[in-house]
């Protein structure tokens, strides 16, 4: 079992509806979670950044947390074709003090 | 501006060269990080350093090395390159935080050995 797993999709929504990625992760001692955004052939970029739970909203983006269960949530509100990419999920264990162990992302496709 | 920068941004080369793959950073971090990525793949830590003269091997083993010397500097260096070692390269950065802090990506390199 990976320590952080996405399904890699591709997942396609049309454009306006709501993107819905998901990540579970197996160490339940984890305690920061990030959300980052890949378009092909460029480096990750960083979108969202939780550590309780619940949710966190920024812009068009929510993330969500839920450490009983062991999953974490993005949803993409609106989406637009220019948000067609590769979502990682990424988490810190206490452990692992700074180092991000990375799923293997999520290819969202957005059609116009 | 804050900014981490990676430099080439792109390199072919032929094989048995000794390589150095450039990475600093302007926004005071004291973590950096190396990763390598295939494409279409996972991102995988191959190096880290949390801070002068720190440096420590990642999750996938790597014929690489680096060193951290400076702060913002964060070198990563092949001695004799192979087409194995075609690949991109990303470099990152944090800063210390209780939780583990968010970490910032170069634009990358992308190596290709011929």
């Known amino acids: 079992q990976k320590e952080v797993e996405q399904n890699s999709g591709p997942l396609s929504v049309p454009e306006g509806a709501i993107a819905s990625l998901n990540c579970t992760y197996s160490d339940r001692v984890s305690q920061s979670f990030f959300w980052y955004r890949q378009y092909s052939g460029k480096s990750p970029e960083l979108i969202m950044s939780?550590?309780?739970?619940g949710d966190k909203e920024d812009g068009r983006f929510t993330a969500q947390l839920n450490k009983a269960s062991q999953y974490v949530s993005l949803l993409i509100r609106d989406s637009q074709p220019s948000d067609s990419a590769t979502y990682l999920c990424a988490v810190i264990k206490t452990s692992n003090t700074g180092k991000l162990i990375f799923g293997q992302g999520t290819t969202l496709q957005v059609k116009p | 501006e804050a900014d981490i920068y990676q430099t080439p941004r792109y390199l072919v080369i032929g094989t048995g060269k000794k390589i150095t793959l450039e990475c600093s950073q302007t926004?005071?971090?004291?973590?950096m990080y190396w990763y390598q990525q295939d494409p279409g793949m996972e991102l995988h830590l191959i190096h880290y350093?949390?801070?002068?003269?720190?440096?420590e091997k990642g999750d996938l083993s790597s014929e690489s090395t680096v060193s951290r010397i400076r702060t913002e500097h964060f070198p990563l260096t092949l001695e004799s390159a192979r087409p194995s070692h075609t690949s991109q390269y990303l470099c990152a950065s944090s800063e210390w935080a209780d939780r583990g802090g968010e970490q910032f990506f170069g634009p990358g390199t992308r190596l290709t050995v011929l």
């Open positions: 350093s949390y801070g002068v003269n720190s440096t």
């Open positions: 939780i550590y309780s739970n």
């Open positions: 926004m005071g971090h004291d973590k």
